[in-house]
């Protein structure tokens, strides 16, 4: 099946610093990617769409200028999540459609998990 | 409105025991359906998924699901689980039937007791 990745892992920063997250299509196109977050024992709540080419579209009550998407290529939607703080702190996970016949199905890359100290 | 439904935050099983998630959702048509499994700390795995066709979905690590069209539901069910089966399960709809982005219901914590 199609594989998403999403570097780094984890990371840690300060209060204030900016961080960037890769979401990459290792074997397939994507030109819509799918960003959300996930607080602890929580669900997952879709933040925004990555669109290559253009404007991301971002859900009701996240700050696009917070959260700036760019969809750079056909494989790579970065997140970044501008002067941090604690609370931005959570688990990013992004997702890319794939598929064939018109039954498309999101694979999920493995997350992000963002402390702010 | 669109919308998925968990009913259940916890559920406790035993071990050996069976299993059977219940997910609902509120929409006109039919929609994707999907069961994902998160392990602590873990990204999404998927389980099995619906798109058409049969209604009895056969999945990974011995899950099934029916999609019963009357009830708009998708129930998860195992018929013995093992401890490796703890984790969080997330039912998600596709209510554009197209790749869209997924809509989560809140999940259901499965712990497995000895």
């Known amino acids: 099946g199609a594989v998403v990745s999403q570097h780094p892992s984890w990371v840690i920063c300060k209060s204030g610093t900016s961080v960037k997250i890769e979401c990459r299509s290792l074997d397939f196109q994507a030109t819509t990617m799918f960003w959300y977050r996930q607080f602890p024992k929580q669900s997952l709540m879709l933040m925004a769409t990555s669109n290559e080419g253009s404007k991301a579209t971002y859900e009701q009550g996240v700050e696009k200028d917070k959260f700036l998407i760019n969809h750079a290529s056909l494989t790579l939607s970065t997140l970044t999540v501008t002067s941090a703080h604690p609370e931005d702190s959570s688990f990013y996970i992004c997702?890319?459609?794939?598929?064939?016949?018109?039954?498309?199905?999101?694979?999920f890359g493995p997350g992000t998990r963002l402390t702010v100290l | 409105a669109q919308s998925v439904t968990q009913p259940d935050i916890h559920i406790t099983v035993s071990e050996g025991a069976s299993l059977e998630l219940r997910c609902n959702y509120s929409y006109g048509a039919t929609p994707y359906l999907f069961w994902y499994v998160q392990s602590p700390g873990q990204g999404l795995q998927l389980l099995l998924k619906y798109f058409s066709g049969d209604t009895l979905v056969q999945g990974i690590k011995g899950f099934e699901a029916e999609f019963k069209r009357s009830q708009s539901s998708f129930n998860l069910r195992k018929p013995s689980v093992h401890w490796s089966d703890a984790a969080e399960y997330f039912c998600?709809?596709?209510?554009?039937?197209?790749?869209?982005?997924?809509?989560f219901g809140k999940g259901t914590s499965l712990l497995v007791t000895p």
């Open positions: 998600a709809v596709d209510f554009s039937n197209s790749g869209y982005a997924l809509n």
């Open positions: 997702s890319a459609p794939s598929g064939t016949s018109g039954l498309n199905e999101q694979f």
